[in-house]
């Protein structure tokens, strides 16, 4: 008992003793607050990084000499019939070039940050039939209108939600212009200046064995009908949507309202989006592509991957900036260890009397040493616990708690136009919060064992005398 009340006594006789548990305190508090911001920021790079892809992908090269249907009905009554699967939908893709035509001259597009001709990977989908699959089908329940009056969904903007590639209100028919219509990345509208109505025309190349080249040109007039925004720089510039017949047409070289010739291209691949990605994602992709393959749709061509392994080397570089993160942010403890071990060790070295007088009253070297193991753990107790509580405060208040400093000292600490994100994300998780906690405990008995082993052996006898 009188080690619990002695070491109580030394850690209160003793202000410096509060410079280790403020180092604790702000060692913690600080670690759980930036673990927390970093968690959150590498879980929108996540969520970044899945962006517009499906649970499952079934990738079909377009052109293929394999003798297996060219018409996605099949494929997609097979899957739809899983109760695994909740939705599954055909996309046709292919790349192009965009053009526009201004008053004055022909004008091809380009990447803005690279002043080259930008490449743009035109996504035929069939918005009457898309379902949850897909990121293209935004969710009917958050969907509203614009101070314009414009339907703005999550990661859409046009005119009619029910048909978006409908003509838009500013398209004027007498024009004779066409009708088909395509949905440009909200980046694409910004840089190039394109509004609703815009007229553009894609150009691309598509294969044709009667050609002396092998490939044929295809150039076709679209007007934009509106524009998504995906949430990922690269896909807002590099994507244009497009309903998936009027892109069937356009490769085959016939007119919008006319019939697809039987040998068109209707389907690229098809986005499957699972009840249960996490327990079902490796089975299903084994048993889809066992059927699949046994019903003649798919052959050795294709692929069926998920969307990790689509992104499996930035998903490996978020792992591994995730743990050297929290390696470099344990070295905080350490140097608030240090700040005990110098701390405990003055102590000793002032207390030689009154260890030795302990020990001549009958404490045992055992005694002392949890004497001052104890002394850090008071430390450590009170530290740890006003930081943990302070860390986690900060951690879910520091958006608003962002926006007060910012607006008090007129400095914009945190740029939101530079990140797809409005708000500072911050993700506390309990285990990481103990975990901290723990580590604080353990960290600070460390580096309080050396001082309180070296006032375990000291001499009662040589103690007493150097006083």
Known sequence: MYRVFLSWRFLRSRRTNLIGVFGIF???GALILILSIMTGFLEETRRSARGSLSDLIITLPPYSDSRRPRDPAPVLELLRADERVEGASAHLGWMCILTRQDERSLRILVDSQSSEIAGIKLTGVDPATEDDATEFRPSLDTVGRDENGDIVAPRLRVANLADPFAAPPEYDASVGRPRASVIVGEKVMTYHGLRRGSFITLMTAVPDPASDTGWSA???EFVVAGCFRSGENEIDLERVYIDRGQLARFLSGVSEDDALPQDSIHFSEVLVKLKDYERDAEAARAAFGAQLFRAGLIDES?????????REALLGAIENERVLMGIMLSLILVVAGFTIFAILSMMVTEKRRDIGVLTALGATPRGVLVLFLLIGFWDALIGALFGAVAGTWMA????????KLSETFGVQIFNREVYLFDSIP?????????????GAFVCTLVFAAIPAWRAANLDPVEALRNE
């Open 218 to 220: 295809k150039k076709r």
């Open 302 to 310: 294709c692929s069926i991957r998920t969307w990790e392994e689509f």
């Open 426 to 438: 911050s993700v506390v998780t309990p285990l990481a919060v103990a975990a901290i906690v723990i």
């Open 26 to 28: 702000l060692a913690v």
């Open 396 to 403: 879910l208040e520091i958006d608003p708690l962002e926006r």
